[in-house]
């Protein structure tokens, strides 16, 4: 795919899945259902060049998705925060972003709400704040004036993000001693691991060692340090899907790629924006990892030996032949953390996911 076939190739699956919700498949105030990938894992498509035909994958995906709703009420500026966390005013909210990106820049926009958001960030199981991050992503990586379809995509991004928004409980900043790649098996599991995640995510508050989990992080002595920060919790992330991916295939990709999320955005963040970022992405990614993965971690010697040494060509070509969602978008955040790293074992962990997630 060439450059300019990628640029036009982009907003017109926009244009295509704009007119479809977030979610579906879930109940009549769309509680339960199944969040819809498809702006996100076309921007990785693109983005990287995959070997995909972006038109045939959207024909499949968007069978089973649901119109997006009109509208009921206009959401009033000074008015915002009573349809927060209210899924029925979605249709609204959409409208509300879009209206708010015509009349200011969107960088303007994102900054304004981002703090407003962010104590919301596991909105939809975190896919308010990862759809968010891959409009951002395509914003950033043009020098023309933004396509009207891809600020369309960030306005849907924080539309499903402000209606699906709810906070978690006892979340307090690092102020420990552990590494990210200390602190994640450290991470104290929920007894009780049944239910959907709205269920788990509402234990979380009686959990013995909750608070202690998120506390036990080292902090970022500044904000100049976050971005690295959040880059080593990342790659920690997507290395323990290896160890702990089979306790839920799908879910536990978000703790890598939630963070990551977060980490695409920052620099079109104020500075004093970063900290409470980090605080926020390490308490998403302790609540799946509290809340999905098993207590005990799998050995991952024959997960290498059936896998061995793939390069990220290998990787990348095994997500696309796969083609799901969330194979896509993980393998896109493991290769990033390879290319820094140098660590094998973040390719591997990209065949990993394919093998447990079913193809589409």
């Given at each position: 795919m060439t450059r300019e076939s990628m640029t036009e190739a982009l907003p017109a699956a926009y244009e295509r899945l704009h007119t479809y919700g977030p979610e579906f498949g879930g109940d009549e105030e769309g509680n339960h259902g199944m969040t819809n990938h498809g702006p996100m894992a076309v921007e990785v498509m693109v983005r990287r060049g995959l070997d995909i035909d972006v038109e045939n994958w959207l024909d499949r995906y968007v069978r089973r998705l649901a119109e997006l709703p009109g509208t009921s009420a206009a959401i009033q500026p000074g008015e915002w925060g009573a349809?927060?966390?209210?899924?029925?005013?979605?249709?609204?909210?959409?409208?509300?972003?879009?209206?708010?990106?015509?009349?200011?820049?969107?960088q303007e926009v994102l900054a304004g709400w981002w703090p407003r958001l962010?104590?919301?960030?596991?909105?939809?199981?975190?896919?308010?704040?990862?759809?968010?991050?891959?409009?951002?992503?395509?914003?950033?990586?043009?020098?023309?004036?933004?396509?009207?379809?891809?600020?369309?995509?960030?306005?849907?991004?924080?539309?499903?993000?402000?209606?699906?928004?709810?906070?978690?409980?006892?979340?307090?900043?690092?102020?420990?001693?552990?590494?990210?790649?200390?602190?994640?098996?450290?991470?104290?599991?929920?007894?009780?691991?049944?239910?959907?995640?709205?269920?788990?995510?509402?234990?979380l508050e009686r959990s013995p060692g909750w608070t202690a989990s998120l506390r036990a992080l080292e902090p970022a002595a500044s904000a100049e340090e976050v971005p690295a920060r959040l880059e080593s919790l990342v790659d920690s992330a997507a290395k323990a899907y290896l160890m702990l991916g089979h306790g839920s295939p799908v879910l536990l990709v978000h703790a890598a790629t939630a963070p990551n999320a977060v980490r695409h955005v920052l620099p079109v963040l104020p500075t004093e924006q970063w900290l409470p970022s980090l605080t926020a992405a390490w308490a998403a990614v302790a609540a799946?990892?509290?809340?999905?993965?098993?207590?005990?971690?799998?050995?991952?010697?024959?997960?290498?030996?059936?896998?061995?040494?793939?390069?990220?060509?290998?990787?990348?070509?095994?997500?696309?032949?796969?083609?799901?969602?969330?194979?896509?978008?993980?393998?896109?955040?493991?290769?990033?953390s390879y290319d820094r790293t140098g660590d094998p074992g973040l390719l591997t962990a990209t065949l990993y996911v394919g093998e447990l997630i079913d193809r589409p």
């Open positions: 349809a927060l966390g209210q899924a029925r005013r979605l249709p609204d909210w959409d409208a509300y972003f879009r209206r708010e990106l015509t009349e200011r820049p969107w962010l104590p919301g960030i596991v909105a939809g199981s975190t896919h308010g704040v990862i759809r968010v991050s891959h409009a951002v992503r395509t914003l950033r990586g043009t020098d023309q004036a933004p396509a009207r379809q891809t600020l369309d995509e960030l306005a849907h991004g924080l539309a499903f993000w402000a209606a699906r928004y709810r906070e978690l409980a006892g979340v307090v900043a690092p102020e420990g001693t552990l590494t990210p790649q200390q602190a994640l098996p450290a991470v104290t599991r929920l007894k009780d691991q049944s239910g959907l995640i709205a269920h788990r995510l509402d234990r799946v990892i509290a809340t999905y993965a098993p207590a005990r971690p799998a050995p991952c010697t024959e997960i290498v030996r059936r896998n061995p040494e793939p390069t990220r060509e290998d990787a990348l070509q095994r997500a696309a032949e796969h083609g799901d969602e969330h194979v896509l978008k993980f393998a896109d955040t493991a290769v990033e």
